[in-house]
């Protein structure tokens, strides 16, 4: 069973904005000009799609001069990859053992 720190996780991921800009923080770290030039992005909504992964902590940020860094916490990825790949263990258990409920 998922916490409800990794359903949020989840939540926080499936935008496909969030998602890209997770992606690209993954090879290096950006500051929200170079976010933008990436994505497309207009900077007042990429700005609010960084706060919301700020907020749920996958990504931190780092002040250089005038500027603001975003870098990726790989440590809360690799905890929620270590989540489904314990319920594709489950599964695969459970299709193993031919389990399944009676109606």
């Given at each position: ?12 991921l499936?935008?496909?904005l969030?998602?890209q ?57 690799d905890?929620?990859?270590g989540s ?11 299709l ?8």
């Amino acid at each position: 069973m998922l916490t409800s720190v990794e359903t949020e996780l989840i939540r926080v991921l499936a935008d496909p904005l969030r998602l890209q800009i997770v992606t690209l923080l993954a090879h290096e770290t950006l500051c929200t000009t170079h976010l933008v030039e990436e994505t497309g992005a207009r900077q007042t909504n990429l700005s609010n799609h960084l706060k919301v992964l700020r907020e749920a902590g996958v990504v931190e940020t780092e002040p250089c001069g005038r500027f603001t860094y975003y870098k990726l916490r790989p440590e809360v990825i690799d905890t929620l990859a270590g989540s489904f790949a314990t319920l594709a263990e489950t599964s695969r258990a459970t299709l193993n053992a031919d389990k399944k409920k009676s109606c």
